[in-house]
T-cell receptor
Framework: KAGVTQTPRYLIKTRGQQVTLSCSPI?????VSWYQQTPGQGLQFLFE???????NKGNFPGRFSGRQFSNSRSEMNVSTLELGDSALYLC?????????????FGNGTRLTVT | KNQVEQSPQSLIILEGKNCTLQ??????????LRWYKQDTGRGPVSLTI?????NTKSNGRYTATLDADTKQSSLHITASQLSDSASYIC???????????FGGGTRVLVKP
C-alpha cells in the first residue's frame, strides 16, 4: 500500500507570494490533517478535512487555507507569505480522524520564504 | 490550557546502551497517548498508541509506559542502535474537541 505522498518536497518563495502544497493520502483514508513544524514551535495543527469538509482548525491566520477533493487528496494554500512561514509542512492521513485512528504522515514539504 | 512537556530536550547515548524519555501532560479529558519517531528530513512514524487502560506497550526495542493517574508516560529504548538517532515526539489526544497536543520532542543521538 502506498504511503502518504506530499509534493513538492522543497519550495523557495518570496515574501508576499502565495504557495499551494499537495497531499495524497493512503488509499481508503478519508481524513487528511495538516501540520506546521518549526524548530521553535514544534508541531502545530493547522486543520483537518474529512470527506471534503473542514472539521477542525488550529490557531493560524486566515492566510492558511485548505481543501479536500472527492478522491480525498488535499491541498493547502498559504497566501501573502511571511518570513515566519518558513517551516516543514506535514500532512497526515487516517481512517476516521487524527484522534480516533492512527496518523500516517508524509515526508513533508520544506518551505523557505526569503 | 492543554500541554505536553517532554524531557530531556536532547540526549547523547552510546550504541548498545539503554535510555528513557519522559512525557508529562495536562490534557483532559484524555483519549490516548502516542509516541512517534521522526528521522531528519522525514515525517513522523508511529511507535505506540496507548489508551487509558494500557500501562505498557512494546514495539521491538521500544517500550512505552503510561500512568494515567499521574499523567506521565515514558519511552524506553533498549540496546540502542545508530538508527535510533532521531527525534521522539509524544502526542496526547483529547477526548472532547477532537484535538491533538504535541510535545516539543526529544532529540536522541546514538554514537558508536
Amino acid at each position: 500500500k502506498a504511503g502518504v505522498t506530499q509534493t513538492p518536497r522543497y519550495l523557495i518563495k518570496t515574501r508576499g507570494q502565495q504557495v499551494t502544497l499537495s497531499c495524497s493520502p493512503i488509499s481508503g483514508h478519508r481524513s487528511v490533517s495538516w501540520y506546521q513544524q518549526t524548530p521553535g514551535q514544534g508541531l502545530q495543527f493547522l486543520f483537518e478535512y474529512f470527506s471534503e469538509t473542514q472539521r477542525n482548525k488550529g490557531n493560524f491566520p486566515g492566510r492558511f487555507s485548505g481543501r479536500q477533493f472527492s478522491n480525498s487528496r488535499s491541498e493547502m494554500n498559504v497566501s501573502t507569505l511571511e518570513l515566519g512561514d518558513s517551516a516543514l509542512y506535514l500532512c497526515a492521513s487516517s481512517l476516521s480522524g487524527p484522534v480516533g485512528s492512527p496518523l500516517h504522515f508524509g515526508n513533508g514539504t520544506r518551505l523557505t520564504v526569503t | 490550557k492543554n500541554q505536553v512537556e517532554q524531557s530531556p530536550q536532547s540526549l547523547i547515548i552510546l550504541e548498545g546502551k539503554n535510555c528513557t524519555l519522559q512525557c508529562n501532560y495536562t490534557v483532559s479529558p484524555f483519549s490516548n497517548l502516542r509516541w512517534y519517531k521522526q528521522d531528519t528530513g522525514r515525517g513522523p512514524v508511529s511507535l505506540t498508541i496507548m489508551t487509558f487502560s494500557e500501562n505498557t506497550k512494546s514495539n521491538g526495542r521500544y517500550t512505552a509506559t503510561l500512568d494515567a493517574d499521574t499523567k506521565q508516560s515514558s519511552l524506553h529504548i533498549t540496546a540502542s542502535q545508530l538508527s535510533d538517532s532521531a527525534s521522539y515526539i509524544c502526542v496526547v489526544s483529547e477526548a472532547a474537541g477532537n484535538k491533538l497536543t504535541f510535545g516539543g520532542g526529544t532529540r536522541v543521538l546514538v554514537k558508536p
